[in-house]
């Protein structure tokens, strides 16, 4: 089978294009005006997302991307690299294997849930009543996870 190249002038394009159309269709869903929708959504982690190739969220239609659903699958290939940050910060074994263990609970979980946000992330592990303890430690793994997305580096962390 033939492999068709497609070339990042032509992924942004296409990110306009679902970018447009879901603007265009909240906004006759709504009645809000056109600008006050793109300014508000140009500051959102979903357009950094969108125009991050690598997450392919430029190939899913606007509905998907009106839907705000959360990709966390691009982080599963990115995970060695997202766990060097915690590695360089000279964290144990043992919360480098336990952080993956987490993420990788995560992104696996996300296929089975709806989540749109990483606040919808914690409140799920609310709802699993859990000891404050462990829950402060999920809450930090997803903020990271949510910082990581948007920098690709970890809160207060940087690679040398």
Known sequence: MNEIAIDDSQREMCAVLVM???LTDYCDDTGVSFNDVFFRFVTS???KMLFDYSTGLWMEGPDYLRKGRLN???LRDQLDDFLAFFIQ???CDETVLSTR???SYIITM???NSWDTYQDIKDWYFEKKLTTKYLDKIYRIIDHMEY???NGTLI???FL
Request: net charge positive; hydrophobic share 35%.
């Open 20 to 22: 447009r159309t879901m």
């Open 45 to 47: 982690p979903a357009y």
């Open 72 to 74: 966390l699958f691009p």
């Open 89 to 91: 910060q000279g964290r």
């Open 101 to 103: 263990r987490t993420v």
């Open 110 to 112: 996300s296929a089975s």
């Open 148 to 150: 990581w997305q948007l």
């Open 156 to 158: 207060g962390c940087s």
